[in-house]
């Protein structure tokens, strides 16, 4: 065990106004399961490369362990077993070496030899091949995948490979940064149980039901503050909701309290300046008494006065870190017949490959059907047939005439230019698409980036709020929530639940399919 202590860290990008880290102090023990959560944008990925030195800051971090950043990249000329290798220790380097000193027969070049064959039996050189295999097995990955080029890997088999690689490095401190997006429902369970054997890592994840499965700590980075607190997701939200709900009784009780306060003092100044004024006069009383009563009343206001600013100050520190996000709307047209899209018999094959076979089910208004299966069980393919961008199929797909469709497609990569010439491009009622976006949680300083500079949950952001400015008859989404923050998952699923569009989507967040889904087709 040992502790990373973060002491008045503060960072900000040269272009940006404002630090996205001010005066930020925290601790983590190096044993503790860490779930990273935030908005998209508040400094997940950031504060990784932080730890990782890749920025320049002021404050300090300090830590008595090496960190490791998963995804890592990969040469594509490497087969599978040499990147995980390599991703442990330059095993390969090192042998090359020991291989020359042998030749050398020299005294310096055996002295050299020792030294590196010591830290190659310390990183288990000698059975790393074998403690590939056992620890990919785990993930429940085919060692046969080890032979192969590591590109020809699915991008599962890649997650898997690398996160197996790199627990088995010695002394590290993980930092995985957003491990689900390429993962199957099936493949992120076996992930999450991996993950829960191990420890001493930071998770950075969207996914409740992963991190519920995953950490025994919670670091969120909130609006206002960063706090480290003990439990899963849903104790922390449990609890942020109790604070949430504390701080906003609180402020109402407060806002009552200088609206009493501000009336009292009204009322006693006021009667202060009466009993001064009527010292004045021709049959006036004991002025030093009026006097005294005068300054009592007085004195009495400005009690009142100090008790009001005391009450806003206490006002002031409340509600910083409440997450407002407003309601999103959507607005679904009613289809003329009550099944919009009927699929019979539909089959896929890509030369001796079977995709799909005799896959049949109809969509009917009011349906949000989930597609599920494994990776490469052809989700995404029925999907591109529904939207026309694939005919390579046998069987059936009738899909109803002047039927209108809004498409969330899974790859982001074609976003780019500037937002106005996408606005134009897709025909999108700015205003709408604008204030989506803004409800989503996208700063006015985006609005001026070009696409491609966007962050890949920014850019996801974008084709779900072109998708919800279109007003349509059935919403096809694909895998619409990788790298989406969780505040933005729960208003999609709060919108897509109060305005009931018909949908079929694949999703592979196990709450969002049991929130939203009314029927599941399995592949």
Same mark, same amino acid.
């Given at each position: 065990? $040992?502790?990373?202590?973060?002491?008045?860290?503060?960072?900000?990008?040269?272009?940006?106004?404002?630090?996205?880290?001010?005066?930020?102090?925290?601790?983590?023990? %190096?044993?503790?399961?860490? /779930?990273?959560?935030?908005?998209?944008?508040?400094?997940? %990925?950031?504060?990784?490369?932080?730890?990782?030195?890749?920025?320049?800051? %002021? /404050?300090?971090?300090? @830590?008595?362990?090496?960190? =490791?950043?998963?995804?890592?990249?990969? =040469?594509?000329?490497?087969?599978?077993?040499?990147?995980?290798?390599?991703?442990?220790?330059?095993?390969?380097?090192?042998?090359?070496?020991?291989?020359?000193?042998?030749?050398?027969? $020299?005294?310096?070049?055996?002295?050299?030899?020792?030294?590196?064959?010591?830290?190659?039996?310390?990183?288990?050189?000698?059975?790393?091949?074998?403690?590939?295999?056992?620890?990919?097995?785990?993930?429940?990955?085919?060692?046969?995948?080890?032979? !192969?080029?590591?590109?020809?890997? $699915?991008? /599962?088999?890649?997650?898997?490979?690398?996160?197996? @690689?790199?627990?088995?490095?010695?002394?590290?401190?993980?930092?995985?940064?957003?491990?689900?997006?390429?993962?199957?429902?099936?493949? !992120?369970?076996?992930?999450?149980?991996?993950?829960? $054997?191990?420890?001493?890592?930071?998770?950075?994840?969207?996914?409740?039901?992963?991190?519920?499965?995953?950490? =025994?700590?919670?670091?969120?980075?909130?609006?206002?503050?960063?706090?480290?607190?003990?439990?899963?997701?849903?104790?922390?939200?449990?609890?942020?909701?109790?604070?949430?709900?504390?701080?906003?009784?609180?402020?109402?009780?407060?806002?009552?309290?200088?609206?009493?306060?501000?009336?009292?003092?009204?009322?006693?100044?006021?009667?202060?300046?009466?009993?001064?004024?009527?010292?004045?006069?021709?049959?006036?009383?004991?002025?030093?008494?009026?006097?005294?009563?005068?300054?009592?009343?007085m004195k009495r206001a400005k009690s009142i006065e100090l008790r009001k600013e005391n009450s806003i100050e206490e006002k002031k520190k409340l509600l910083k870190n409440i997450e407002k996000y407003d309601s999103l709307k959507v607005i679904p047209k009613l289809y003329h017949k009550s099944s919009l899209v009927n699929i019979d018999g539909l089959s896929v094959n890509?030369?001796?490959?079977?995709?799909?076979?005799?896959?049949?089910?109809?969509?009917?208004?009011?349906?949000?059907?989930?597609?599920?299966?494994?990776? /490469?069980?052809?989700?995404?393919?029925?999907?591109?047939?529904?939207?026309?961008?694939?005919?390579?199929?046998?069987?059936?797909?009738?899909?109803?005439?002047?039927?209108?469709?809004?498409?969330?497609?899974?790859?982001?990569?074609?976003?780019?230019?500037?937002?106005?010439?996408?606005?134009?491009?897709?025909?999108?009622?700015?205003?709408?698409?604008?204030?989506?976006?803004?409800?989503?949680?996208?700063?006015?300083?985006?609005?001026?980036?070009?696409?491609?500079?966007?962050?890949?949950?920014?850019?996801?952001?974008?084709?779900?709020?072109?998708?919800?400015?279109?007003?349509?008859?059935?919403?096809?989404?694909?895998?619409?929530?990788?790298?989406i923050d969780v505040y933005s998952r729960i208003q999609i699923e709060e919108l897509i639940k109060a305005f009931e569009p018909t949908m079929i989507f694949v999703e592979h967040d196990i709450m969002f399919n049991e929130n939203i889904a009314t029927k599941v087709i399995d592949l």
């Amino acid at each position: 065990m $040992s502790i990373i202590s973060v002491n008045n860290l503060t960072f900000g990008y040269e272009e940006s106004y404002e630090n996205i880290f001010e005066n930020t102090t925290f601790e983590i023990d %190096t044993d503790w399961k860490l /779930g990273f959560i935030g908005r998209n944008g508040r400094g997940k %990925t950031t504060f990784l490369k932080l730890l990782l030195g890749k920025y320049n800051y %002021t /404050g300090s971090i300090t @830590a008595s362990t090496k960190f =490791d950043y998963f995804p890592f990249k990969v =040469d594509r000329c490497f087969n599978t077993l040499e990147a995980a290798r390599n991703a442990i220790a330059p095993f390969s380097v090192w042998e090359a070496e020991m291989d020359k000193c042998i030749e050398a027969k $020299s005294e310096d070049s055996m002295l050299k030899y020792g030294e590196i064959l010591d830290l190659y039996v310390l990183n288990d050189g000698y059975i790393i091949n074998e403690l590939i295999e056992k620890e990919i097995r785990k993930l429940d990955v085919n060692v046969d995948v080890l032979t !192969r080029p590591f590109d020809t890997l $699915s991008n /599962g088999e890649r997650t898997k490979v690398m996160l197996a @690689a790199l627990f088995l490095k010695k002394n590290n401190f993980l930092l995985i940064d957003e491990p689900t997006n390429h993962l199957d429902i099936d493949g !992120r369970n076996c992930v999450a149980d991996y993950l829960n $054997s191990k420890k001493g890592f930071i998770l950075v994840s969207h996914d409740r039901h992963f991190l519920d499965s995953t950490v =025994d700590h919670i670091l969120s980075i909130n609006k206002c503050n960063i706090e480290v607190q003990k439990g899963n997701f849903s104790s922390w939200q449990e609890n942020k909701n109790l604070q949430d709900n504390y701080e906003i009784n609180q402020n109402e009780k407060l806002k009552k309290e200088i609206n009493q306060l501000e009336e009292s003092f009204r009322r006693t100044a006021g009667w202060s300046d009466k009993i001064e004024k009527s010292k004045i006069g021709e049959h006036s009383p004991d002025r030093g008494f009026i006097g005294h009563k005068a300054a009592k009343m007085m004195k009495r206001a400005k009690s009142i006065e100090l008790r009001k600013e005391n009450s806003i100050e206490e006002k002031k520190k409340l509600l910083k870190n409440i997450e407002k996000y407003d309601s999103l709307k959507v607005i679904p047209k009613l289809y003329h017949k009550s099944s919009l899209v009927n699929i019979d018999g539909l089959s896929v094959n890509y030369g001796a490959r079977n995709i799909l076979n005799n896959v049949s089910f109809t969509v009917n208004q009011g349906d949000r059907i989930a597609l599920r299966g494994k990776n /490469g069980s052809g989700k995404s393919t029925v999907l591109k047939i529904l939207t026309s961008e694939s005919k390579n199929y046998e069987g059936n797909v009738n899909i109803g005439s002047n039927l209108n469709i809004s498409y969330v497609p899974q790859d982001t990569s074609f976003l780019c230019g500037s937002f106005q010439d996408f606005i134009i491009n897709e025909n999108i009622d700015e205003s709408i698409f604008r204030t989506l976006l803004a409800k989503l949680d996208m700063d006015s300083e985006d609005f001026s980036k070009n696409l491609q500079e966007l962050s890949e949950g920014q850019k996801k952001k974008v084709l779900i709020a072109k998708s919800l400015s279109q007003s349509a008859h059935i919403y096809i989404w694909d895998e619409p929530l990788n790298f989406i923050d969780v505040y933005s998952r729960i208003q999609i699923e709060e919108l897509i639940k109060a305005f009931e569009p018909t949908m079929i989507f694949v999703e592979h967040d196990i709450m969002f399919n049991e929130n939203i889904a009314t029927k599941v087709i399995d592949l």
